[in-house]
């Protein structure tokens, strides 16, 4: 098969977006990034606003990376990139996060990468422990963003 038609196909996909049967909502789906693992969307549009879910450290083939938080970090970005990338939008336009971690001496672990993700003008957000995450992660973040 031709490379060029696998890269066309790679990166189509990379860019799906389904809809609900509500005019008003619209899921946003990506296959950059991991599916969801229980019954929910990676993100919903509504009213102009995107609504990403919280994002574990998975890449998209489903592997969970725990080696360190800065790497279960720099995937969980990575995977709300891909998904607002899906949704029209960049990490530009982020206007509130949540970030959860199961340690908060972690934190500025987690900050040394999260701001590379948000240069200027970094969005509102709060960082909260929790005593577990999904799948024995140590770091998830949701995000809302709109143009």
């Known amino acids: 098969m031709n490379k060029q038609f696998l890269l066309v196909i790679v ?31 990676q993100a919903i549009r509504h009213n102009g606003v995107v609504y990403v879910s919280g994002q574990i450290a998975l890449t998209k083939a489903g592997v969970l990376d725990t080696s360190s938080v800065e790497n279960e970090c720099r995937q969980v970005l ?18 509130k996060a949540s970030v959860f971690t199961t340690d908060l ?37 949701s995000v809302i963003a709109g143009e």
């Open 11 to 41: 990166v189509a996909s990379c860019f799906l977006v389904a809809f609900s049967g509500d005019k008003k909502r619209e899921v946003i789906l990506s296959g950059c990034a991991p599916a969801p693992i229980g019954p929910y969307s």
């Open 78 to 95: 990575e995977n709300i990139k891909a998904i607002l990338e899906s949704a029209g939008l960049k990490m530009s336009d982020v206007n």
């Open 105 to 141: 001496k972690q934190f500025s672990r987690i900050n040394e990468v999260y701001k590379t993700y948000f240069l200027n003008a970094p969005p509102a957000r709060e960082t909260v422990e929790v005593r577990a995450l999904p799948k024995g992660a140590h770091v998830e973040i």
